[in-house]
């Protein structure tokens, strides 16, 4: 089944960056969908950014202008460039093929100062 492993996660203080990374196998990556999730505790997950295959984006209204979701279809990787962080970003990361309704394991991000 279609496998995929995040990265980049990590402790910030606010305002600062990061950028997740979301490595797919065992799937034509370029024909799909993908999106990014985040949950964090007692919240349901929530749609953070998604992006078709052909590179249209749409982003939560919470992340607009922060975040950017890119992908490349060479190293069938998506990335979610992670700006401004404030502390209601906190929460876990998932990477999402809706097509395939496949999860991550997720990846942690904590902001505080």
């Known amino acids: 089944q279609v496998q995929l492993v995040e990265s980049g996660g990590g402790s910030v203080q606010p305002g600062e960056s990061l950028r997740l990374s979301c490595a797919a196998s065992?799937?034509?990556?370029?024909?799909?969908?993908m999106a990014w999730y985040r949950q964090a505790p007692g919240n349901q997950r929530e749609l953070v950014a998604h992006?078709?295959?052909?590179?249209?984006?749409n982003y939560a209204d919470s992340v607009k202008g922060r975040f950017t979701i890119s992908r490349d279809n060479v190293k069938r990787t998506v990335y979610l460039q992670m700006n401004n962080l404030k502390p209601e970003d906190a929460a876990v990361y998932y990477c999402n093929c809706p097509v395939t309704n496949s999860w991550g394991q997720g990846t942690q991000v904590t902001v505080s100062s």
């Open positions: 065992r799937i034509i990556f370029s024909i799909v969908d």
């Open positions: 992006i078709s295959q052909n590179g249209i984006t």
